[in-house]
């Protein structure tokens, strides 16, 4: 009975943002919580707490994101688009740049890194597409799948598991700690999107109480993850490989011989969580531009266009992968939490002038 009034269940916005988020966490954000070792994991504990926080301010204030010229102004609208769009071109360049180098490392050495990223991007824009009721029901669909095949993966890596010592973890250090906890805040900067699309969620009243589940899902699978990698090659030797989940992976195998490429399936279901997360960049940076869907895509093309240009494109030897954390930190972080002040700012003083427009 909802099937053409281009809503979402809050339920379905959750599993799109776990999907989006599960495949650059595990690849990444895994590495960054065992190398920093005790310090590291209570970081990023602090920094989901610290997220979760964040996105209670955005939810209670989402109705300035939906419409950002009432309460900022015309200014402000296109500030706040702007800085939105170059994060998404910006964060989509390095999940392109990220997977097209898994793709050339395990699958397809012999192919460029341009032409991957431009293979993904298609598959993305193609594929994804810009319909709101499509990606949710791809995520109702498909998220059960990839996270039960993502689990049953790290339970088949524990009889690698050799325990969890202290030899060789960093000194515990309130400055690190701190530093983590920033890093994973700002990591997870992207649910500053999430407003945005509330007022095409049923039932927005339930939004926090849902993805807050979500950010604890991603916490305790990030957490897992991070212990078995220490318990597997100590806090020591995960700082020495690049992706060390993709070398978990390929080292386990199901019990008996059955199936001996267990690592495949893992390329497969990581592969598509951060397609997935692709997807999500293209559909909420044309929805941020036009709202609603409508004739062809050609915000959607832009933001592509500019995406598959950050995957490959070097300033002096340094892509945006090396500088794309600082950016984080520094610059879009801070902006995004500015906004969040502003947006209750905006709030507050519109339902002041409520009750004098009445009287």
Known sequence: MFSNNDMISVRQLKRQMVLSFIGILLLEGTKEAAAGGGNGILGFVLGSVLLAAYLFLLVKTAEVYSEPKRYLGSPGTWILKGVCLSFLALTGGVLAEESSLVIRTYLLPAVPGPVISALLLA????????????????????????????????????????????????????AEISRGAI??????????????????VREPEKSFRVLRRGIWLLLLTGLGSALILAGVYGWKGVRQLEYPMLNLMTGTGIPGGFLGRVDIIWLAVLLFALLFAIGSILFYGAFICRGAAGGFPWARLILAAAVWLFSFIRWDGTAVSDIYYRLLQDIYAPVFLGFALLAVWAKRRAGNESPKKKN
């Open 123 to 174: 598959a993305a824009f193609f594929g994804m597409g810009q319909n709101i009721q499509r990606r949710g029901r791809l995520a109702e669909v498909s998220y059960p799948w990839i996270l039960g095949i993502l689990l049953l993966l790290l339970a088949l890596a524990l009889p690698h598991f050799r325990g969890v010592s202290t030899e060789g973890m960093a000194p515990w250090d309130a």
């Open 183 to 200: 890093r994973v805040f700002a990591s997870g900067t992207a649910v500053s999107l999430v407003p945005f699309i509330l007022g095409r």
